[in-house]
């Protein structure tokens, strides 16, 4: 998720689908490097998304879970939770 916009989008189509299956939700914004303001711009709207769509899900009683990191971070390095039957 890279923007408020899209995620304010997606919400209710995302909720739904998992409503429908009874799934948990993980929402991502990865941000790619870069310098300067515009990382640091890149980053606000991608934590403003990812905070947006998590609240929004958690309202319609949607478990989910959100992750933000950098492109340059090593997938062996950040590990997923497993959901333990509760939301944040």
Known sequence: M???WAAEKVADSVA???????AEVLVVHV???????LREQEQADGEAAIRLLRDKLQQRDVPVQ??????????ARFSIPQWNG???
């Open 2 to 4: 890279s923007s408020p």
């Open 16 to 22: 739904d689908v998992a409503k429908r299956l009874s």
């Open 31 to 37: 941000s790619r490097p870069s310098g300067g303001q």
């Open 66 to 75: 959100d992750l933000l990191m950098s492109a340059t971070t090593s997938p």
């Open 86 to 88: 509760t939301s944040a």
